[in-house]
Every structure is written in C-alpha cells, then in structure tokens.
C-alpha cells in the first residue's frame, strides 16, 4: 500500500506539473493578436489528487466520467500519461482545432464522455445519463455500464438546475452514480459563503443520497487522535470561510499567532500548548492538511461509495484552490497565471530538467508500469441495429386537425409498429395537454422500480401505469431537467451502442426556460426531437404568458437542431416519420417541432405525393401559384405571400381577396424557417428554387404566429422589397380573430401590407 501511494504520490506530481505548465505555454506561445488565453491553474491544481486516485487507480473501463469544466488542464494531462493524447496535443491547448478549454465531446470525442463548461449542466446530463443506461437496461438494451462519476465545484452548487435535478424522485434510486464535490471554498469572484458550505451535506443527505466527506488529510487527523488534539479540527471547523482562506495566505509564524488567537483576540492556551512543539512551517501545513489531498483518503472514500448500491453518493472533498502552487489558496486565483519566474521554480522542486517539461513517465519506470497494468478506459461499443421507423403510416386526420392533435395521432400510430420499440417520450409535467395520451395509454410510464397503480380500477381518460417497461418518462416541472434528460436519452448510441429516439414535449413558451440546457444537450453531441406546443397567440384565451413569441428565433438560431413548423397534419406526419429515420440512422440532425393548437382546415393542403413530402422536409413549398392567372404580371399586380404554420389559412383567404382588388397573390408555406435560412448558404438555395424565374421583382409579405424576423430574410435573399408581419410583443388574453387583428397578422393585415407595397 505505502509503495503505492508514492507510485501515485509521484503521478499527481507530474500531472500538477502537465496542468500547470500546458496552460503556461499556451500563455506564452506565439500570439498573433495578443488576445488573452487564459486558463485555470489554480482549478486544475484543486482536484489534481482526486483525478489521480480517480484515473490512476479506481476507474473501471465502463466507468464513465464528467470532469470539472475548469480542471481541463489536469485532465487532459492525465489523458496525455494514459496514452491517450499525444504530447503535441497539449501544445496546442485553446488553439484552433486544438483542446478545449473545456472538456467537450463535440470537439474532443476521443478523450472526453460528457461535455462540461457552463456550470451545472454536464453534471445534471452525465447524471442523467445513468437513468438513460438503467432504461436502456430495462428495456432490453445493453447491461447497465458502470459508474457515472460526476466532479463539480462547490460554487458549481449555486446553480439552481443542480437541485432541480437531484430532487427528481429517478435519481435517487441511481446507485451507480458518485458525484465528488471539490470543496475549495472558492467561487471565481468570492470565497464560498459559509452557509453554503454548511448546508451541502445535508442537502445532498435530503435529497436521498449517501453523503460521505473528506474533511482533513492524514496528519490533522493523527494529531486529532492525541489527548487534546482534537483542538486544532475544532478552531479550524469552528472559523470562517473567509478566515480559513485568510489563513492559507499567512506567513507560517503568523498561521500559529493567528490560530492560538481565536475570536475576540482571546488566547487559546491549550491550542497553544498543543502546537508548542510543532514548527512554523508544520503548523502551517496542518492547516492546509486537506482530505481531498490525501490519496489513501481519497481511495478509501472512493470504496466507500462503492459499497453503495441503492442511492447515489456524494464525496464532499475538501480541497486547496492552487494546490501545491504558490497561488494556493489565494481568493483571487481563478483567473491567475504562474509568472516564469514561479514556473520555472515549480519545475526546479519537482525535479523537471529544463527541455523536458512536456515528458510523460520514462519507460520502464515505476509509473510507467504502474500504468501500463491499469485496465483501459472507457471507449464506447459500436452501434447495434435499431428497429426500422416505417416511410408511411397512413393516418387518416379529421378534415380540421391542429398540428398538435397530428402529433398525438402519428406518435399513437407509430405506437402499434415494432419501430416504435426505440422511441422514449418526456415530459415535464405536461404530457396529457401535450397530446401524450394515447401514447402513454399503450406504452406505460417509465420508473426504474414497480409502483402500484393506484387507480387501475378507475375509468380515467389516462392510464398513469408505472414500471420499468413504460416508454414515457415524466418529470418534474423543470425544463432544464427535461432538456438535460433528453440530452441524455440522446447519447446512448454513442456510450452503449443502443439507440434511443427520445421525444421531448413541453409548451413553446418555455423553451427559453430550459434554453442553455437544450443548448448545452445539443452542444454535448445528442439527438433527439423536441415538440412544442401550443405556441404562439392562436392558443388565443389562454393569454401572453403560455403564447410563445421569439421561439421561431431560437429555432433558426439554434445549432444542430431544425426547426419546423408544419401547417397541416399529413406536413407533422411527415416531418415526425422523417426525423425518427434521421436520429435512427444518425443522419439527421436533432429536430424542433413548433406546432399549435388551431384547428385548421386540411382541405387547404395538397393532395399527398412524394414531391409534395420532399418540399416540406427541404423547408417549404407553393401552395397557391398565381402565374397562370389571366392578367398576372410580375411588374404590375404580383405578390408572394410567404406563411408558416397557423398563418397559412390567413394567407390563402388573404390572397383570395387581393385577387379580389385585382392582385394576384402566389402564397407559399414555409415549414422550416431554419432550412430556407440556411440553405441561402449553399450553392443553389432552395429558396431560389421555390420563386420561379420569371418572378424576378415580386415583392414578399410574410407572416408567422411568433415574432416577424424570423422570415424576414426572405424580401433580402430575393432582392425584393419585404413586409414582415409576425407578433412582435407580448400575448395576451382574447379571442383569436382578435388577437390577429390586434398584432396585425389576419387576413386584412396581410392584404394591407400587399397594397403597401404594390404602391397603394
Ligand atoms: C453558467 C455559468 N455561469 C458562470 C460561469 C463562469 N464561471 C466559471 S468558473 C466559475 C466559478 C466556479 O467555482 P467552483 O465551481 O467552485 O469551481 P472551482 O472553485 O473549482 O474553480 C464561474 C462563475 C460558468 N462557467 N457557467
Ligand atoms: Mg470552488
């Protein structure tokens, strides 16, 4: 055991080192424009020792790890010594195409699980991620893997998504799953109120799991076990954050006068007596004696949480901000940089020849073999076949559907095939209004345990039947759970080869909620579908706060996710079918379905046929074309409405009575806004495409139910003078006509503003 410890004693050396030195060349290299790059030594140094017990001794192969966004450095410096980054690439830390600066599987997929970098969010999807692997499990997938290891900050804490999460009532049934908390008392800016610090093992313990802490490193406790030593543990439990932190940066003469003191300037004699024959420089060491610093500490903790099989485990590890670097500990060090001169004294006291500092552990030495016996780390299995989602399934829509019951109907079709054996839905709590029903009626609710079913005997429209076979996962109100789980369910093909094809719903109006999580999940390399709804102002009486107005922005601002927005029933079926295919066989990309609760006239569409469905899934088509009508001319009395979505039918009546005035109206529906914007990128853009040569001048009205800029590119990309009309402030309560007059996007708003723009 001692001869194992200095093996690891001397690696977590090496990784301080690695840590400190890569963000100092990456600070030092040549600059071309001199901007800041920046760094986190100090984060880095904090978990070197919790990484090192972690990577260098207690990870298994299935093991799957979410690492402290600001401890990059020392991971990827443990990458490095695992062999499984080369040096070169430490060299090229926060340059183009070079490591992240925070661990990211977009970028760095070899090396990283799970993405992390905006606090509180890799912690909650990794953690997740064990619910994902338990249902995977329980419907037949792969065995579960291993453990999901979580290290967060304490300061990381503050974000309230973190509790959101652990107090799902799933998660605390997550045995698999450890986080280790790096207690430094530091956030970037303030030392960690005191409260706070108080307050995380009983939150965790309130939450249902295993709290196991690592207060004080081995010679604090030593000393405590001698008759009076329990005093120092004591003074030191007793203080501030604040004084603690105080008492890192004291010269160590003044750590003893400053300890012996205690509040109110009264010498504390026993604590006096106790210290008397220990030095400076020891009692000053005492206090920085930390137990996320004492290895066998650490790898006894560490087995602790293994021996936990029912509920998650937290290590509360305290640590030193800086450690083992002259900026320990200093409140201010986050953003602080070694200066050469401590860099290369750092590199003198670890033995470093100049010229070697980017070398791993010398073949042959004990390190190297102590390495070479470790089992691998985890690389995901490949891919296994996923169960087809059919082309078609010809479901037959009332003659007035909304886009929201299409949805309901497609998914309860889709429910009777054997493709749907892949598909997993979500909810926060709004599945029934979400059209979710029928869904939930055939497939169960999911929880990883049985539970009765209450109301088995009662004729309710929904049959709420829990067990670990269901296909619907419903959590709490809390869409960044919601965004974080489906970022999870998304990534199964990627951590267990088994491909799940997870749909989220939830209403429009709160995708800004869970905004940064969705981005984050999306960041993070998932796929999954995303249906929204009700949204915009046709939700009509149920007023501004539950009607969506800027999420047709998001949607096309949004990386790696499409938006959609379809105006017919047959359109949803379509772009649904089509999206499942896309996530089954990774070709596509994540979807967002903007859909509404209007009923809207299907006789309005096309008949079905092929070319029909392709220009819905390409972002859009002509629904009425006015060319061939007498008297058309593109110079004269021609104009294109372009409408999304509920707006369709407006624009059809809108066209129907310019014609009335003698002006002849092509009307097209968009159904993604996002494709018909991205596509202007390409060589030929689709829109182009939709508008016919000979319209070469014909000016665009636009309209949508969400704010106007979402389609007012279109006027630009054609060259043409536009009007965008769209709902550009708030909802509010009303009937739908006259919220539509209101916002100026009925009928006669849209004639109005193709007069204005024929010239009156
Ligand atoms: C959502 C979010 N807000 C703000 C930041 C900026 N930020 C980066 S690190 C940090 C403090 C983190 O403190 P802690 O979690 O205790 O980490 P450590 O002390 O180990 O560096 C903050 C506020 C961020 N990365 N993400
Ligand atoms: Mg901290």
Redesign the pocket.
């Known amino acids: 055991m001692a001869a194992e410890l200095a093996i690891l004693e001397r690696i977590q050396r090496k990784v301080l080192w690695l840590a400190t030195w890569m963000v100092h060349w990456a600070n030092t290299r040549p600059n071309a424009d001199g901007t800041k790059v920046g760094g986190?030594q100090?984060?880095s140094a904090?978990v070197v020792s919790l990484l090192t017990a972690l990577y260098f001794k207690a990870l298994r192969s299935d093991d799957l790890v979410a690492v402290?966004?600001?401890a990059a450095p020392a991971f990827y410096a443990i990458q490095y010594l695992r062999g499984r980054l080369p040096a070169a690439a430490l060299a090229e830390l926060r340059s183009f195409g070079g490591l992240q600066a925070y661990p990211s599987r977009r970028k760095n997929p070899e090396v990283v699980d799970i993405s992390t970098?905006?606090?509180?969010l890799g912690a909650v999807q990794a953690t997740f991620g064990a619910l994902a692997s338990r249902y995977v499990a329980d419907h037949g997938g792969a065995a579960a893997p291993g453990r999901v290891i979580v290290m967060?900050?304490?300061?990381?804490l503050d974000?309230g998504n973190v509790w959101e999460a652990l107090a799902e009532e799933a998660v605390q049934g997550l045995g698999r799953v450890l986080w280790i908390v790096?207690v430094?008392r530091?956030?970037?800016d303030r030392v960690?109120p005191d409260a706070r610090t108080r307050q995380l093992g009983a939150m965790f313990s309130a939450c249902g799991w295993r709290v196991i802490e690592l207060r004080w490193g081995r010679r604090l406790r030593a000393l405590s076990k001698r008759p009076g030593g329990a005093r120092l543990e004591r003074r030191l439990e007793a203080m501030s954050n604040a004084e603690y932190q105080r008492l890192l940066r004291l010269a160590p003469a003044a750590v003893r006068k400053a300890l012996v003191t205690g509040p109110g300037g009264k010498a504390d004699a026993t604590l006096d007596r106790l210290l008397a024959r220990t030095g400076d420089d020891e009692v000053a060491a005492l206090v920085g004696d930390l137990g996320g610093h004492d290895l066998a500490a650490i790898l006894a903790a560490l087995d602790e949480a293994e021996t936990e099989r029912a509920r998650p485990s937290v290590i509360l590890a305290h640590t030193l901000?800086g450690w083992g670097l002259p900026l320990a500990g200093d409140p201010l060090n986050?953003t602080m940089l070694l200066t050469p001169a401590q860099i290369a004294e750092l590199r003198d006291s670890l033995g470093i020849a100049p010229g070697a500092e980017w070398e791993g552990f010398l073949p042959g030495s004990d390190e190297a073999e102590w390495v070479r016996r470790l089992p691998p780390l985890f690389t995901p299995p490949p891919a296994r076949a996923v169960p087809p989602i059919p082309f078609e399934i010809d479901e037959a829509y009332p003659a007035e559907s909304s886009t929201q019951e299409a949805f309901g109907r497609t998914l309860g079709a889709l429910a009777r095939l054997p493709g749907a054996a892949a598909i997993v839905t979500v909810s926060a709590d709004v599945a029934v209004t979400t059209h979710l029903a029928g869904w939930i009626n055939r497939k169960g609710v999911y929880f990883p345990t049985p539970k009765p079913h209450a109301f088995a005997d009662l004729p309710l429209a929904v049959q709420w039947k829990e067990s670990p076979a269901g296909q619907h996962i419903e959590l709490g109100i809390a869409e960044h759970n919601l965004f974080l789980l489906l970022g999870a369910l998304g990534l199964t093909r990627e951590m267990s080869g088994v491909t799940l094809l997870p749909i989220g719903t939830l209403y429009d109006p709160f995708v800004p909620r869970g905004l940064d999580a969705l981005y984050h999940a999306l960041y993070s390399g998932a796929s999954f579908l995303v249906v929204a709804t009700p949204s915009g102002v046709s939700l009509a009486p149920e007023g501004g706060a539950h009607q969506s107005v800027i999420t047709p922005g998001i949607g096309v601002a949004l990386p790696a996710i499409a938006y959609f927005e379809p105006a017919f029933a047959r359109e949803v079926e379509w772009i649904l079918l089509d999206a499942l295919r896309g996530l089954a066989d990774r070709t596509g990309a994540s979807v967002y379905l903007r859909l509404s609760t209007k009923p809207v006239d299907q006789s309005l569409a096309p008949p079905p046929s092929p070319e029909y469905r392709a220009c819905v899934l390409r972002g859009g088509y002509r629904l009425i074309d006015a060319r061939g009508e007498p008297g058309w001319d593109p110079e004269d009395n021609a104009v294109h409405l372009f409408a999304a979505g509920a707006m369709v039918p407006e624009a059809v009546d809108a066209s129907r009575r310019l014609r009335e005035h003698g002006v002849l109206a092509s009307v097209f529906v968009v159904t993604s806004p996002d494709h018909l914007y991205r596509d202007l990128r390409g060589p030929a853009p689709y829109l182009e495409t939709l508008v016919g040569a000979d319209e070469e001048g014909v000016p665009v009205v636009s309209v949508l139910d969400g704010h106007s800029h979402a389609l007012a590119f279109i006027g630009a990309a054609l060259g043409v003078p536009q009007l965008a009309l769209g709902v550009d402030d708030f909802g509010q309560s009303g009937a739908r006509a006259a919220l539509y007059r209101h916002y100026g996007i009925d009928a006669a708003a849209i004639v109005q503003a193709a007069t204005v723009l024929l010239g009156g």
């Open positions: 986190h100090a984060s904090s402290k966004a600001h970098g905006s606090m509180g967060v900050g304490d300061a990381e974000e790096d430094n530091q956030a970037l960690v901000k986050h």
